[in-house]
């Protein structure tokens, strides 16, 4: 299966490779119409078992099996349950979760009342990401601190007046990351004198960034990719002191292009990550989980600002080390796609495998529940070492179509991990917990999609993601 990106980067692959720090990776511009076709090719031949070669639901020793495997048993999965079952077998299943999480939408008997629907959905809305150990505080109320335009407007209007003169002496080159296509530059690694470290520099043409937000709206009045925003938004993130985002270290110019420094991340980025954890099993789940909680965190809480990032992906989320411990961080990047409307139309953001269905309707979606798509592909990818699918347009891959119409659950049982014959199917090499979450977020219609703020369809009462922030996870995935 291929990545979707401009260095072309593939899961899996035959060797291990060395992390790579930096600004991070760069937005998706489309692949070539070759490597387009080698992934419909890779589609076809991957596939799950065909549409009609698949029972019609789990037989009742498969559900009493799932059941005995998960002993902090989260929610029964949408579908799982027979329709039949009677209130104390719900009861029962209930009393089995030791961290209680809302039951997911349509996975109550029929016959459950809507008092109890309503008590458990006002447990998932109470259950807010608490932040124990390497978790900063917890997030902000939006009624409070949530982000204007104007704000960010103004952020990035003080960074185009702040500009700095380019000193040759203050900087040496060191290397070279990676070319930055949709910005027309690259970013690279330089050592700065006066810091005494290393940083990394994105390198623009001033002919593409002009000199201020306003010459650049004029010069490129329907361009998606907005530099100046995004330098707005991380200065503004920084200002209310979150957490998950690299520290701007200045803006300079010489005669041919601008600079803009940040921090470097000398961890790499998930992607990195991703290659070089191990084999997906429980081993790799374990290892993820702190990532995992950190990254639904910060998400969680630019949402509760108002932000919806619009590109969230394993190549725009870095990890740096923290503390005396030296325990990863993670660090969300490049917000030239994000947004601060609650509503968008025909305005398709992101890589092809990360994109919301909805995005290529012809109606108005939720940036936050896009976001929330795209979240659950990126955790597929953490712990499968795979994409679930090449795109999400319809017609476009056939995982995905068989998705939509078999749903996910039925999907996550029957997808094999990566290409191999005879490979393991995700949903053997996954623990329940996580596919439940899995299940929440990837939901192609947005309307029973999981949630990442307060809600009725908040995932944060799901166990997996309780113990993710709270538990012992080599425990948890060893059940």
């Known amino acids: 299966m291929g990545y979707q990106s401009l260095q072309k980067r593939s899961f899996p692959v035959p060797q291990r490779r060395r992390n790579r720090g930096g600004m991070g990776r760069t937005c998706h511009e489309g692949s070539s119409s070759s490597e387009e076709e080698r992934l419909r090719q890779k589609c076809k031949s991957a596939g799950p078992v065909p549409p009609g070669s698949l029972p019609q639901g789990s037989s009742s020793s498969e559900e009493e099996r799932l059941r005995q495997q998960c002993s902090i048993a989260g929610p029964v999965p949408p579908g799982s349950s027979p329709q039949g079952s009677s209130s104390s077998e719900e009861e029962r299943l209930r009393q089995k979760c030791s961290i209680a999480g809302p039951v997911p939408p349509g996975s109550s008997p029929q016959g459950s009342s809507s008092s109890e629907e309503e008590r458990l959905h006002q447990k998932c809305s109470s259950a807010g990401p608490a932040p124990p150990g390497l978790l900063p505080q917890a997030a902000p109320s939006p009624q409070t601190t949530r982000l204007s335009s104007a704000y960010v407007e103004r952020s990035a209007e003080r960074l185009s007046q702040g500009v700095k003169r380019w000193e040759d002496g203050n900087f040496r080159f060191v290397r070279t990351l990676q070319t930055a296509h949709r910005n027309h530059g690259r970013v690279d690694v330089l050592y700065h004198s006066a810091r005494g470290c290393e940083v990394a520099s994105k390198r623009m043409p001033n002919r593409w960034i002009a000199t201020n937000p306003s010459g650049f709206q004029a010069a490129h009045p329907t361009e998606s990719e907005q530099p100046w925003f995004d330098l707005g938004v991380q200065q503004a993130l920084r200002d209310?002191?979150?957490?998950?985002?690299?520290?701007?270290?200045?803006?300079?110019?010489?005669?041919?292009?601008?600079?803009?420094?940040?921090?470097?991340?000398?961890?790499?980025?998930?992607?990195?990550?991703?290659?070089?954890?191990?084999?997906?099993?429980?081993?790799?789940?374990?290892?993820m989980m702190p990532l995992a909680g950190q990254l639904c965190?910060?998400?969680?809480?630019?949402h509760e600002l108002g932000i919806a990032h619009r590109d969230l992906s394993l190549e725009n989320v870095l990890l740096t080390e923290h503390g005396t411990d030296?325990?990863?961080?993670?660090?969300?990047?490049?917000?030239?796609?994000?947004?601060?409307?609650?509503?968008?139309?025909?305005?398709?953001?992101?890589?092809?495998?990360?994109?919301?269905?909805?995005?290529h309707e012809e109606l108005d979606y939720d940036p936050f529940l896009a976001d929330a798509f795209s979240l659950g592909v990126a955790l597929y990818c953490m712990a499968a070492q795979g994409y679930p699918?090449?795109?999400?347009?319809?017609?476009?891959?056939?995982?995905?179509?068989?998705?939509?119409?078999?749903?996910?659950?039925?999907?996550?049982?029957?997808?094999?991990?990566?290409?191999?014959?005879?490979?393991?199917?995700?949903?053997?090499?996954?623990?329940?917990?996580?596919?439940?979450?899995?299940?929440?977020?990837?939901?192609?219609?947005?309307?029973?999609?999981?949630?990442?703020?307060?809600?009725?369809?908040?995932?944060?009462?799901?166990?997996?993601?309780?113990?993710?922030?709270?538990?012992?996870?080599?425990?948890?995935?060893?059940?």
């Open 240 to 287: 209310m002191k979150f957490p998950y985002v690299c520290r701007l270290l200045g803006i300079f110019r010489d005669c041919k292009y601008t600079y803009v420094l940040t921090s470097l991340a000398k961890t790499g980025d998930l992607f990195t990550w991703s290659l070089e954890a191990p084999d997906p099993g429980h081993e790799r789940e374990a290892l």
């Open 297 to 302: 965190h910060a998400v969680s809480w630019l």
């Open 326 to 359: 030296r325990l990863p961080r993670i660090q969300v990047i490049d917000f030239g796609a994000a947004t601060l409307a609650r509503s968008c139309r025909s305005e398709v953001r992101g890589k092809p495998s990360y994109q919301a269905p909805e995005m």
């Open 389 to 479: 699918w090449a795109a999400t347009k319809v017609g476009s891959c056939q995982l995905f179509d068989y998705c939509r119409t078999w749903g996910v659950r039925m999907f996550l049982q029957q997808r094999t991990v990566g290409t191999v014959l005879g490979a393991p199917k995700v949903g053997e090499v996954l623990s329940p917990g996580f596919l439940v979450l899995l299940e929440a977020l990837l939901q192609p219609g947005h309307r029973s999609r999981g949630f990442l703020t307060r809600g009725r369809r908040c995932i944060w009462g799901l166990p997996w993601l309780q113990v993710a922030i709270h538990g012992d996870a080599k425990a948890y995935c060893s059940l």
